[in-house]
């Protein structure tokens, strides 16, 4: 059996990116891959239900991280892993490089805790590809404030925002073959184009 493939998408609130999860899912489809959509924080009953707290409650930045991470290990080990064995594409929105956005970045929690964390729970699993949505924190801001109520990371301001897309930068910059830099400033079909023509790349 051929082995899976594993998509992450990834970006601050308001970048876009929830905008062309259904596309993404459906170029694999229509290319006769089985695929797996889900989220994270989420993926689970035990996830989502940790996903609520980390969302709503406010706590210190190690219980946040260790929430996160709780989550994603229960998310690799009922839902990623096995679809990945069968041979499923699994499109996740976010993953880990999104703990070390916010929580290294955006909280300034230590990353040699985040390292640790990582390797723990997933044991050298890691994207096949990750799609980085990147916006500047303003205009995120302000598609975020036409768009919903905030929840506690959504309410941060700017400056959080430009600690967390700081925390991508240095996470692609650390992996650039993993990463493909998509450029959330523009439409969303100029933004799409920018995702197949990625997706082209990698797959063909």
């Not at 994270?40 to 406010?58: C, F, I, Q, Y």
């Amino acid at each position: 059996m051929a082995a899976g493939l594993f998509v992450t998408v990834e970006g601050i609130d308001g970048a876009g990116k929830s905008t062309h999860l259904a596309a993404l899912r459906a170029w694999f489809q229509q290319r006769g891959h089985e695929v797996v959509g889900t989220r994270e924080p989420g993926g689970t009953e035990l996830a989502e239900a940790l996903r609520e707290l980390v969302l709503h409650r406010s706590m210190d930045p190690l219980t946040e991280a260790l929430l996160v991470f709780a989550a994603r290990r229960d998310h690799l080990v009922q839902v990623i892993e096995p679809a990945l064995a069968r041979g499923a594409v699994v499109v996740c929105d976010r993953f880990t490089d999104a703990s070390f956005a916010y929580q290294g970045g955006g909280r300034g929690f230590d990353a040699g805790v985040l390292f640790t964390l990582e390797g723990w729970v997933q044991q050298g699993r890691q994207p096949d590809l990750t799609l980085w949505f990147d916006l500047p924190a303003a205009e995120a801001a302000r598609r975020r404030a036409a768009a919903r109520a905030p929840d506690r990371f959504e309410a941060q301001d700017v400056a959080f925002f430009e600690r967390v897309i700081a925390g991508y930068a240095a996470r692609e910059a650390a992996d650039r073959r993993r990463f493909e830099h998509i450029d959330a400033r523009a439409e969303p079909a100029a933004v799409w184009q920018q995702v197949e023509a990625a997706l082209v790349r990698r797959f063909g």
